[in-house]
């Protein structure tokens, strides 16, 4: 998802050979000219909010929450289309896309006679995809045949449970299933969803420990005077294994000198993803008793040695603590 998925605008040449910039969704229906005219209104600069007056779609729209509104801002319409899809799966309707072009969806209720429609198009001015008309009332009951939910589909929302609840187990999906989508789901669907979601997650994880160097040698580059530090273990056949990794950046143990009470907190937590671990932190509070995360780290277990090794990294960054008077909290 991305610029990708964006169109550009038309160039045609005109009669004196001037460019004619031409709407892509220029041929819109003329049935459905009361959409505002707003929505074409000109770029006044380009430090103007590009996010004026219209609702922007948000990602993390509670489950079963999804609720559209003329002039509605998507970035891409596979988001628009995701959120289309979760609401029919909701409310037990089934969708049907009458104009599907990249640039301009509409679809309908596919139940004969209810007026229920939905039209979203690229505004090539603003460059987002916008709701343009929309009838939101249903006159159609719940079809409980009906089920909008793909393998596909259910595996997406599983992948997303999983990053928060990685054990989940057959029944607590079908029963996520069953309360955030009003949905029913047969068990040997749910276990193959779940099997994919989790092979799906565990290979993004994989990536992304794959990606710690590069992370690293990112955060160097553009933080200078931070800490980043990954320890790992090598191998005999294979890539050497992530062992703990600890990040400081400069902006963290300067803003802790200039503005923080001399009190550190240190702390660690159980991490959910597949590869679990420790997350170790050190946190202090500034003037507005806002916590201030001064470094954090992460480990395999929240052993001693993980924090004397936290605790040495953290001195190295710091100064001595008999120098500068910094006193420590714990739990532990
Ligand atoms: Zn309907």
């Known amino acids: 998802m991305g610029e990708n998925e964006r169109p550009n605008k038309v160039l ?7 460019p004619i910039v031409e709407e892509v969704d220029s041929d819109i ?13 000109p770029i006044l600069s380009d430090e103007e909010d590009r996010r004026p ?22 970035d891409t319409m596979t988001q628009f ?18 104009k599907n072009e990249k640039y301009r969806v509409r679809a309908n209720c596919v139940e004969e006679g209810c007026p229920w429609l939905i039209l979203t198009s690229w505004n090539s001015q603003k460059m987002y995809f916008q709701v343009k008309t929309y009838v939101k009332e249903h006159t159609c009951s719940r079809n409980l045949t009906s089920n909008m939910a793909s393998r596909s589909w259910v595996t997406s929302k599983l992948v997303k449970r999983l990053v928060t609840q990685s054990q989940l187990s057959p029944k607590e999906a079908l029963e996520h299933m069953k309360d955030d989508y009003n949905l029913h789901i047969h068990y040997k669907m749910i276990s193959r969803a779940l099997k994919a979601a989790r092979e799906e997650v565990i290979e993004n994880e994989k990536e992304q420990f794959e990606k710690v160097r590069d992370y690293l040698s990112e955060l160097h580059r553009s933080n ?11 191998q005999l056949e294979s890539p050497p294994m992530f062992d703990k990794i600890y990040i400081s950046l400069y ?31 050190a946190v202090a509070q500034d003037a507005n008793n806002h916590f201030f995360v001064i470094a954090y780290a992460v480990v395999d277990s929240e052993c001693t040695e993980a924090w004397r090794w936290l605790l040495t990294l953290l001195q190295e960054d710091l100064g001595s603590c008999t ?9 532990q």
């Open 12 to 18: 045609k040449a005109g009669a004196n050979d001037e």
């Open 29 to 41: 229906d003329k049935s459905y000219q009361y959409e505002s005219e707003a929505f074409n209104s």
């Open 53 to 74: 007056k219209f609702h922007e779609f948000d990602d993390d729209t509670d489950n079963g929450e999804v609720n559209f509104e003329v002039g509605e801002i998507f």
């Open 81 to 98: 289309k995701q959120a289309l899809n979760d609401m029919f799966v909701f409310e037990g309707k089934k969708l049907e896309y009458i």
């Open 224 to 234: 200078p005077g931070s800490t980043a530090i990954v320890d790992v273990i090598p």
């Open 251 to 281: 902006a963290y143990k300067r803003g802790f000198k200039a503005g923080c009470r001399p009190l550190i907190k240190l702390d660690g937590c159980h991490l959910k993803g597949y590869f679990g671990g420790h997350l170790l932190s």
């Open 323 to 331: 120098e500068f008077g910094w006193n420590f909290i714990s739990d």
